[in-house]
């Protein structure tokens, strides 16, 4: 049974550290890129980050760029977003999800539930 | 990065329609466009990867068409089960960006 479970969400306040984690079971994980995605509420969906299959490549949307870190564990099929200086526009519900390569195209083919992280005072 | 275009941005149609939904991409993409629909409260599920290939286990209703530039999801007889969000992606390039999505409501 394929499983991506997210964890580590909640409330915290402008300026705070949040850490979350993914952990992914019944597929391959070690040889896929992964992303994080988020979506605030009401709204739409945006990737944030995503990593290469040996976390030796990663990127990150410009709106997070040198206050998230995106990095994995392929030894425990673990996936981490660590989220600093968050702001109240980082509100969201944050998936991690599987890229799959196949007929030449790149595609998420398995999402985790979704954690929901709020950033207020 | 690439952006995506959908339009319409909702509509609403009823039980039994034929409903269109059109996405365009700010440069070619040959066929590396991907569509999924998102329930209320729930995670986004894949229904159509490389434009016209079905995803495993979603229902035959579901089509889609393009190439380039400008991509369309179809469905056909919407089911009560149908009325979500919709969502392309281009999967040309990383990084994955989203279509702002279409809201499909009930008429």
């Known amino acids: 049974q394929v499983q991506l479970v997210e964890s580590g969400g909640g409330v915290v306040q402008p300026g705070r550290s949040l850490r979350l984690s993914c952990a992914v079971s019944?597929?391959?994980?070690?040889?896929?890129?992964m992303y994080w995605v988020r979506q605030a509420p009401g709204k739409g969906l945006e990737w944030v980050a995503r990593?290469?299959?040996?976390?030796?490549?990663?990127r990150y949307t410009d709106s997070v760029k040198g206050r998230f870190t995106i990095s994995r564990d392929n030894s425990k099929n673990l996936l981490y977003l660590q989220m600093n200086s968050l702001r109240a526009e980082d509100t969201a519900i944050y998936y991690c999800?599987?890229?799959?390569?196949?007929?030449?195209?790149?595609?998420?083919?398995?999402w985790g539930q979704g954690n929901l992280v709020t950033v207020s005072s | 990065d690439i952006q995506m275009t959908q339009s319409p941005s909702s509509l609403s149609a009823s039980v039994g329609d034929r409903v269109t939904i059109t996405c365009r991409a700010s440069?070619?993409?040959?066929?590396?466009l991907n569509w999924y629909q998102q329930r209320q409260g729930r995670a986004p599920n894949l229904l159509i990867y490389?434009?016209?290939s079905l995803q495993s286990g979603v229902p035959s209703r579901f089509s889609g068409s393009g190439s380039g530039t400008e991509f369309t999801l179809t469905i056909t007889s919407l089911q009560p089960e149908d009325f979500a969000t919709y969502y392309c992606?281009?999967?040309?390039?990383?990084?994955?960006?989203f279509g702002q999505g279409t809201r499909l409501e009930i008429k």
């Open positions: 999800a599987r890229d799959l390569y196949n007929s030449g195209v790149d595609y998420l083919d398995y």
């Open positions: 019944g597929l391959p994980f070690g040889s896929h890129l």
């Open positions: 990593i290469s299959y040996d976390g030796s490549n990663d």
């Open positions: 440069q070619s993409i040959s066929r590396s």
């Open positions: 490389a434009a016209s």
């Open positions: 992606q281009q999967g040309y390039s990383h990084p994955l960006t």
